[in-house]
């Protein structure tokens, strides 16, 4: 059974850091691609980025480049970091399994449950 697990939000200052994390399970890297994505309050879900097969081979979809993604293959994580966040940042994060990296949601085949990021001015 495939799953994926977001943990790490929580309320951070403007400008401050956090390391959100996807456990995943039940699958190959060669299954499945792992994006992550975000919904703002009353604002449609959006891609924030996606790490392929290779981890080399990552996509950043949003015009700002304060996030990164690393993966740990020992235990089956994919990062995201976020760096010099702002109140605009302020959403709901998830992971998702794809086929292939995409930045739309309705491309995911896996949803995991997601991790509240909350950016205080």
């Known amino acids: 059974d495939v799953q994926l697990q977001a943990s790490g939000g929580g309320l951070v200052q403007a400008g401050g850091s956090l390391r959100l994390s996807c456990a995943v399970s039940g699958i190959t890297w060669d299954d499945y691609v792992i994006g992550w994505f975000r919904q703002a309050p009353g604002k449609e879900r959006e891609g924030v980025s996606c790490m392929g097969v290779d981890s080399w081979n990552t996509h950043y979809y949003l015009p700002e480049s304060r996030f990164t993604l690393s993966r740990s293959d020992a235990t089956k994580t994919v990062y995201l970091h976020l760096k010099n966040l702002q109140p605009e940042d302020t959403a709901v994060y998830y992971c998702?399994?794809?086929?292939?990296?995409?930045?739309?949601?309705?491309?995911?085949?896996?949803w995991g449950r997601g991790t509240l990021v909350t950016v205080s001015s």
């Open positions: 998702g399994g794809l086929i292939r990296c995409s930045s739309d949601y309705y491309d995911v085949s896996k």
